[in-house]
């Protein structure tokens, strides 16, 4: 009985703790773009130590990124609650990744003019850095869902 009890705690622990990773997840989708870009640059003048006018021109940056990035969500939001909300194909998958990719490039070329060589480094690596997270986080999911 004992045992029973010890095991019955352990899973209802377990179930609270995947509930709040989930709320987590969507704290910054809850926010606004402003919202959002505000809180980005300031990482990121923590991060970088960046200069006044380096904060504005990051900010407006972060401001049109999330934008966008709010626009994608709200498209794939109406396609996925409508009757219509199939995978996409093979074109679109690669439309997307190509369109992403592009927004990726013209982002490093930003950040190249207003960062000094030194803070672009640093903003590199924690890309690469953040980068090998989600990957990781990625396939931890999908090992997850076969399960």
């Known amino acids: 009985m004992k045992k ?35 809180l980005k640059t300031k990482k990121m003048t923590l991060q970088l130590d960046l200069n006044d006018s380096q904060q504005q021109k990051v900010k407006v940056l972060m401001l049109e990124d999330a934008k966008q990035k709010e626009g994608i969500r709200a498209k794939r939001k109406a396609k996925k609650e409508s009757e219509d909300s199939k995978k996409p194909t093979k074109e679109e998958r690669y439309a997307m990744a190509n369109n992403r990719l592009d927004k990726q490039i013209e982002m490093k070329k930003q950040m190249k003019i207003i960062l000094n060589d030194e803070q672009y480094k640093k903003w590199e690596a924690s890309l690469s850095k953040n980068g090998r997270k989600k990957q990781i986080r990625h396939q931890k999911n999908k090992s997850d869902k076969k399960q």
């Open 4 to 38: 029973l009890m010890i095991i019955a705690i352990a899973l209802l622990t377990l179930n609270a703790t995947a509930q709040d990773k989930k709320n987590r997840k969507g704290f910054l989708n809850d926010l606004s773009a402003e919202e959002a870009a505000t």
